[in-house]
């Protein structure tokens, strides 16, 4: 199983980027991908998520930190098997390192893992915003 982020980079304060993660080596429609993020110093947080039905792999709820409700937007591509993220109206506190993660959603009513309930992990990408 692989995880490959990308599209991380340097951006001014209210820019926008879009980050992209590539799952290999797993059934793409059967997972609940997230996007969490860590600054310097700072523990790991959950940034957003999305899921499918775990029978259909369809019908994705998404689910979204506060911290950035309204300002990102997660969205998955299965002809790609790539989940992206798009953050609008950056703020230099998003400055962190970005990581994709995987984990195979086993309920039929989504609820928000843990991160140490992923299975998955890409590389991380760093995403920085100046003022």
């Known amino acids: 199983v692989q995880l490959q982020a990308s599209g991380g980079g340097l951006v001014q304060d209210g820019g926008s980027l879009r980050l992209s993660c590539v799952a290999s080596?797993?059934?793409?429609?059967?997972?609940?991908y997230s996007w969490f993020r860590q600054a310097p110093g700072k523990e790991r947080e959950f940034v957003a998520a999305i899921s499918g039905n775990p029978l259909t792999g369809k019908g994705d709820v998404t689910d979204y930190a506060d911290s950035v409700k309204g300002r990102a937007s997660i969205s998955r591509d299965y002809s790609k098997n790539t989940v992206y993220l798009q953050l609008n109206n950056l703020k230099v506190e998003d400055t962190a390192v970005y990581y994709c993660a995987a984990t195979p959603r086993t309920t039929i009513l989504y609820t928000r893992p843990s991160s140490g309930a992923y299975k998955y992990w890409g590389q991380g990408t760093q995403v920085t915003v100046s003022s």
């Open positions: 080596g797993l059934i793409f429609g059967s997972q609940i």
